[in-house]
């Protein structure tokens, strides 16, 4: 998830396009879905691809626009991992809790970021900096374990190396 | 542009021309870039920019460089292929942008391949494969034309021209085609389902929600070769009938097989291989991407197909089936992406081809993902029924850092773990199964004695809690239940009656669930518990966590693996302080023999030593030593504290480190304790068995002594006949601790000739002082510890040329590595694969050997390759001397009855209390369990003291040592600084040079001088200062 996410604006603060360009964007992509069924999602995700993340009156737009209940876009967006309803920071450090993550001590790279940046898995840094997510696989399960952020994958985690990667993000 | 296919010959004819293209470039020095998803992770793209800029800075016309997806070794990305028309084809491995220009230089320009950086395309790794699926992966995958070129869409055109609709179902149901996504439903039955299904308007659906953690084969196909599931899809949906519309559902998280496959629908209806009149055809077929937005159960059929219609993927009660009422209420057949990608071979090449891989209930290739402990972590595709072991150890390449393997967990959260007993098992559907797993789409994961199965279970069930949609009970509620439980287990907190309750309830979750999200759920729960059940009895009644994972249950993971629990950390960091003598304090809280262990110990704490993650475990033992060594050359004394005198006496049987570690306790507890030693001599086998030069016999007298001073008594020299007549004489209780000093006899013909030693007895006479007469050229049988010492000893008593025969391979040696490594370095050759089948002699007098060599096959319980002898490949050796070592066993002529002997002649004692059946009769060491290292045989001791103690102050047996009453010592709580975390090599004490080894008894191996040591115990991270991580 992470790396999808990532490769697309996280924020509009400062961003290139303006609410409005945003809107339009979206409608268009409600446009493109109208009458088939299954539009709800694509529409979310290009959404959130825009913006970062699904703020309350953005999905009410939606709601009005697809005549979709409110209450079905909230069930959809808290089911799937992929949506979220709160800001993220600047950089998303993204661990991998796969198989192949965890057997080679994915948890106590955990650790060390938990304790590094001091923040709990979903949340944010106070500062905006950094935001930490556990994500279920990136598939790069013969380089684990292994922690994205950004688009940049890193590779062979250990605490230390954790340690060097963050600082050089400061 | 392209122009439509408007028929067969069209496809024939534009593939002519693309065929012609690839022949042209065949001509020039091509260089494909593999940038699947984990070699752009590698850096692959950095590589590819390396060498456009080289290639163009050379102007070099003749090299095209080309980009290729995943083609599967996933650990030595980035990968690259070079196909040179003259020097034919490589592939280069773990390359970085400055290894570019010399592959330019040397390759691409003088047509000298850099082979040390090349795969070995002939090693087992790649010639135990059967490449299908993914054999268009080195095809560039946005190249429809690459894809044609290479029979692409001859099975559609094929299906569409020459076969009817009841034809192609019959062709995949012939071929035996079974459902890629795990469960095994034959495709064929299941398309034949949906085509009998009423309704005017049916769908397809590609199953791309690839969601097990650690399995990723079908994001390469999608990525590598989107053409072969496409056109599998079209040819289903002609099969099917009425189908104008298909889905791929394609997890989010694989950003880059989404927008390969659009792009693939892109040219595909560009040719007129997707929509309405393919190939000049009335049939008509579309098909559009969905990208999934996270939810592992969308893996789940009707969960996916809510998905698509944009709900929340809750699965839904079956019956119907999707094949009678599916996407919006249609029928509808959904297939994974690898059996949808098996469609165009099975018809271009005919059901018959195709099956002839694989076995007959399983047919055709599975690809699977190899990863976790594993050397050659990537991508494989066998055979269906290929052995595990084969895959573990042959294409896989075994464990990394020598490490045992554990189990290996197939099918995912929903799978189970099998472990090491069963490596001959073919990795089929049934086979697996049967086994408590279950095949799921492929992911292989590989673990060693580092993991933990209880903590493993857990993972899976938080993986599951998390993934659950919450619709039915027994999956909302049970897992979470069931997590409560194994985390209390894993905190130490847990009991017996947890783990029945725990058995209960993964059954009534898996009977209860609605859909198979649920139903599999508890499986790594009931697969471990079948597997695995001691290890969660050692939780919940040791609190010790054999793979040191679960935190809670220890301080560091050294210190937990010692088999007396050594202050490992603590020591390590009063030596790191110059604290010499408190470190030696500290180590003779729990340890009577700090210099003799700290020379000859299997040092089990090393192996969980986390600084090896960092480059190579921290030299515990030999630090160990230098403390122990300090103290007794400084003469700094350890006095334990003493317990009140008590009246009874207890007699031990054996004066090995097993019964001294007893009596140096119990003595401490008070009692009167007497050791009975058959031998002349106190120790043990560490006495007479391990050779002067490993253990000089005045370091272990001292220690002794240390023992006896403090008031045990010591009979040399005298046997006891029966347990009996010690109670009759008095003794309230009694510890038996003979150990095991009986050589067992290889079996073959004269070996009852003069010249024939058993190594037990061989290495007794000389440390007791006797010269046994060798002659100059040994053979020494066996590859145990017993083994290297006589071979090592032969050497110094002056043999010429010393073999070791050993049946197995050397990686499979029990010996401790060091030893061999140091033979080695003596001059003594390991000759492996190799087993004796005869003595050969004249006049009574050893002449020579005759040998077979042995081919390993299969796998036995204990998962090492069973040898096998070669027919007719004897060969015979000269030797004059040959030396038994394959085995001890202990004698045990002086138990009458009432103590129970095993069937291979070892004692029989609770494993934890070390009680016999005779009450007051305790046993432990060598004796019970076989040959085995002194720590064990100390901690051994140990055990047995408590238990002893217990018993005679009529208290419950109880497993746990408690030792009290010692000063307490200030271990130093300062973290490593980042310098000494940095990558550094381990520390070697210096070692005696090898021809003054040859010619004396002189200790090999020296003491750390107090720099060394200090810079050594530098290196440890010290783990006991984290803070416990749970949950």
């Known amino acids: ?170 | 542009m392209a122009k439509r296919l408007m028929s067969v010959e069209e496809l024939n004819k534009f593939k002519a021309v693309a065929q012609k293209k690839l022949d042209e470039r065949a001509k020039k020095i091509q260089v494909k870039v593999h940038l699947g998803t984990c070699g752009i992770a590698g850096g692959a793209k950095f590589v590819q920019e390396a060498f456009v800029k080289e290639v163009a800075a050379r102007k070099l016309s003749n090299v095209i460089i080309t980009e290729a997806a995943c083609i599967g070794p996933c650990e030595r990305e980035p990968v690259v292929t070079v196909i040179h028309p003259q020097k034919g084809r490589v592939i280069y491995c773990n390359l970085t942008p400055e290894q570019v220009p010399t592959i330019v230089e040397k390759h691409l320009i003088k047509s000298e391949p850099v082979t040390e950086w090349l795969l070995d395309l002939e090693s087992p790794t790649f010639k135990l494969q059967h490449i299908r699926i993914m054999h268009n992966q080195d095809i560039d995958p946005m190249s429809i034309e690459e894809y044609i070129a290479r029979d692409g869409y001859q099975a559609l055109a094929k299906a569409l021209t020459q076969m009817k609709p009841d034809d192609v179902i019959s062709e995949v149901t012939k071929a035996g085609l079974r459902g890629r996504g795990g469960a095994g439903f034959p495709t064929g039955t299941k398309w034949s389902f949906v085509r009998r299904a009423v309704g005017d308007e049916k769908f397809v659906v590609c199953n791309g929600d690839e969601g097990d953690p650690g399995a990723y084969m079908n994001r390469a196909v999608l990525e590598g070769n989107p053409h072969s599931i496409l056109e599998g899809m079209a040819i289903g949906a002609y099969a099917i009938g009425n189908v104008r519309r298909g889905y791929a559902y394609i997890r989010a998280e694989y950003p880059l097989a989404i927008e390969t496959f659009n792009h693939a629908l892109e040219q595909a209806r560009e040719y007129g291989l997707l929509g309405k009149n393919i190939l000049g055809t009335d049939f008509e077929f579309d098909l559009t991407v969905f990208p999934g937005a996270g939810a592992f159960v969308c893996g789940e059929e009707t969960a996916l197909l809510a998905s698509i219609e944009g709900k929340r993927g809750n699965p839904r009660q079956r019956p119907p089936f999707p094949a009678n009422k599916g996407l919006l209420d249609k029928p509808t057949t959904l297939n994974n992406v690898e059996s949808w990608s098996n469609i165009p071979l099975i018809i271009h090449h005919g059901a018959d081809w195709w099956g002839s891989a694989g076995s007959e209930q399983c047919k055709g290739t599975k690809t699977f993902c190899l990863v976790g402990k594993i050397n050659n972590s990537g991508l494989i595709e066998v055979p269906l029924s290929t052995p595990l072991g084969q895959i573990i150890f042959d294409i896989g390449g075994g464990i990394p850092g020598g490490k045992k393997f554990k189990a290996i967990q197939i099918g995912g959260p929903s799978g189970g773990c099998i472990p090491i007993g069963h490596l001959n098992t073919p990795v089929d559907y049934e086979a697996v199964t049967k086994l408590g797993a279950i095949m799921g789409s492929g992911g292989l994961i590989v673990m060693d004695e580092n993991n933990c199965m209880v903590d493993v279970a857990k993972f899976f069930l938080q993986f599951t809690r998390d993934e659950a949609c919450g619709k039915c009970t027994p999956c909302r509620a049970g897992i979470p239940k069931m997590l409560e439980i194994l985390s209390k287990i894993t905190q130490g907190k847990g009991s017996m009656e947890d783990l029945a309750v725990l058995s209960e309830l993964a059954e009534m979750v898996g009977s209860a669930s609605l859909c198979g999200l649920g139903q599999t759920a508890p499986n790594p729960v009931l697969s471990t518990l079948r597997h695995f059940h001691a290890e969660y009895e050692a939780h919940i009644i040791d609190k010790h966590c054999p793979a040191a994972v679960c935190q809670p249950l220890f301080k560091a993971p050294c210190q937990h693996t010692c088999p007396v629990e050594l202050d490992c950390p603590g020591y390590v960091s009063l030596i790191k302080e110059g604290k010499y003598a408190d470190a030696y304090k500290l180590i003779r809280q729990r340890l009577p023999f700090p210099m003799s262990v700290g020379r000859v110990c299997d040092h089990p704490c090393e192996v969980k030593c986390r600084r090896a993650q960092v480059d190579e475990s921290v030299s515990i033992r030999d630090l160990k030593r230098m403390a122990a060594d300090y103290a007794y050359e400084h003469g700094i004394e350890f006095v334990p504290p003493m317990k009140p005198r008590r009246p009874e006496r207890v007699a031990i049987v054996g004066a090995g480190p097993a019964g001294l570690t007893a009596a140096y306790e119990l003595v401490r507890e008070g009692y009167n304790v007497t050791v009975f030693e058959s031998l002349p001599v106190a120790g043990g086998m560490m006495a007479v068995a391990i050779p002067e030069y490993r253990l000089p016999k005045k370091i272990l007298q001292a220690e002794i002594d240390n023992i006896l001073k403090l008031g045990v008594e010591l009979k040399l020299n005298t046997k006891v006949n029966d347990i009996d007549s010690l109670f009759k004489e008095g003794y309230k209780a009694v510890f038996i601790s003979c150990g095991a000093h009986k050589g067992d006899k290889m079996g073959i013909s004269g070996e009852d000739v003069e010249g024939v030693f058993d190594a037990i007895e061989y290495l007794r006479e000389l440390n007791l002082g006797k010269k046994p007469r060798i002659g100059k050229k040994v053979a020494v049988v066996g590859g145990g510890n017993s083994a290297i010492d006589a071979a090592r000893d032969s050497l110094r008593q002056g043999a010429e040329e010393v073999h070791i025969l050993y049946r197995r391979e050397r990686r499979d040696m029990p010996a401790i590595d060091e030893e061999i490594e140091a033979a080695e370095n003596e001059g003594i050759h390991v000759d492996c694969l190799t087993a004796p089948t005869k003595v050969l002699s004249q006049g009574g007098k050893v002449t020579g050997l005759e040998c077979i060599r042995m081919e390993l096959k299969g796998f036995d319980s204990s998962g090492r390759r069973t040898p096998q002898p070669v027919k007719g490949s004897e060969y015979t050796i000269a030797v004059d001397t040959v030396i038994e070592a394959i085995g001890q066993r202990p004698d045990t002529s002086f138990i009458k009855d009432g103590v129970k002997i095993a069937k291979g002649g070892t004692i029989t004692a609770d494993p934890r209390t070390l009680a016999t059946d005779q009450p007051g009769v305790f046993a432990g060491g060598d004796a019970v369990t076989g040959p085995k290292t002194v720590i064990w045989a100390v901690s051994a001791g140990q055990r047995a003291a408590t238990s002893i103690n217990r018993y005679l102050q009529g208290k419950p047996l109880s497993p746990f040592v408690e030792r009290d009453g010692y000063e307490p010592i200030e271990i130093p709580s300062i973290a490593p600084t980042e310098e000494e975390v940095k990558e550094r090599a381990r520390m070697h004490p210096t070692e005696l040079d090898t021809k003054e080894r040859k010619s004396s008894f002189k200790e090999v191996v020296l003491a750390f001088r107090p720099a060394e040591g200090r810079e050594e115990a530098s290196r440890c991270l010290r783990c006991d200062l984290e803070v416990g991580g749970e949950e």
């Open chain 1, 1 to 170: 998830m992470a790396e999808a996410e990532t490769k697309q604006p996280v924020s509009t603060a400062g961003g290139k396009s303006s609410a409005a360009e945003i809107f339009r964007q979206v409608q268009a992509e409600i446009e493109k879905n109208r009458g088939q069924a299954g539009a709800l999602i694509p529409v979310l995700q290009k959404a959130q691809a825009l913006i970062g993340y699904l703020p309350q009156h953005v999905m009410l737009a939606i709601s009005r626009d697809m005549k979709v209940p409110l209450s079905t876009i909230y069930g959809v967006t808290t089911f799937y991992s992929f949506f979220t309803m709160v800001p993220r920071g600047k950089h998303v450090v993204s661990i991998c809790m796969g198989t192949s993550c965890y057997v080679r001590g994915g948890e106590r790279i955990l650790n060390t970021l938990e304790k590094e940046l001091g923040i709990e898995p979903g949340s944010t840094t106070k500062d905006g900096t950094f935001s930490l997510e556990m994500v279920r696989c990136l598939g790069c399960c013969g380089l684990a374990p292994v922690v994205s952020i950004g688009e940049k994958v890193n590779r062979r985690m250990t605490p230390t190396k954790m340690k060097e990667v963050l600082s050089s993000y400061a």
